[in-house]
């Protein structure tokens, strides 16, 4: 792996766990036009069952506690990251562990953008969405990354890091947040 993909998930990593900030390979870009609604983008674009809207949504609106509860209970309210990730929101889950657990969502990049920068991920589809994976170990703990299409321009990101975390593990726990996340944005 290339150091430029390598560095910012080894970093979200360490972030993430340590309840801290958190940074992500990539800084989000304003919204755009949508285009009409389509089953699908341009050829070889994402798929996108139901276009969504981001103008408007608070980040820290898009998952809730309930829908966190499967990590663990909030330790303390969502806060706004703006700081390291454009409209991003952290949320310090206490998962039993002294840190606690850090899930990041954010309306963010074009999907395209993503999976060029994150060349070794890859794509699965939920709720007929692409939805753009990037996992990567790091010392003792895994990172993963999830970006789904929502429009032609921009994605949600849901973002989180495990202690000796398996991808397989950790989708499971974020394909619920990646629905939930969705269902709370407008349709276009």
């Known amino acids: 792996m290339t150091g430029s993909r390598t560095a910012p998930l080894v970093a ?7 309840g801290c900030s958190y940074t992500i390979n990539g800084t989000a870009v304003p919204d755009a036009p949508v285009a009409p609604p ?3 983008s341009a050829p070889g674009g994402p798929q996108i069952a ?10 820290c609106g898009l998952l809730t506690a309930d829908d966190l509860k499967s990590i663990g209970p909030l330790k303390k309210e969502p806060a706004r990251k703006d700081d390291v990730i454009q409209e991003s929101c952290q949320y310090l889950l206490d998962d039993g562990s002294t840190a606690g657990r850090t899930v990041v969502a954010a309306l963010y990049q074009k999907y395209e953008q993503v999976r060029s920068r994150q060349s070794k991920g890859h794509e699965l ?4 969405h692409s939805t753009w994976v990037y996992c990567e170990p790091g010392g003792t703990e895994t990172a993963c990354t999830a970006t789904l299409a929502v429009n032609t321009n921009r994605s949600v990101l849901v973002a989180m890091a495990q202690p000796g975390g398996a991808e397989e593990q950790m989708l ?3 394909r619920p947040l990646l629905k939930a996340a969705l269902n709370r944005l407008p349709a276009a």
């Open 12 to 18: 979200l990593a360490l972030l993430l766990t340590a």
């Open 172 to 174: 499971a726990v974020m």
């Open 50 to 59: 139901r276009p969504r809207t981001v103008v408007g949504v608070e980040p």
């Open 125 to 128: 589809v939920v709720e007929g």
């Open 38 to 40: 389509t089953t699908t």
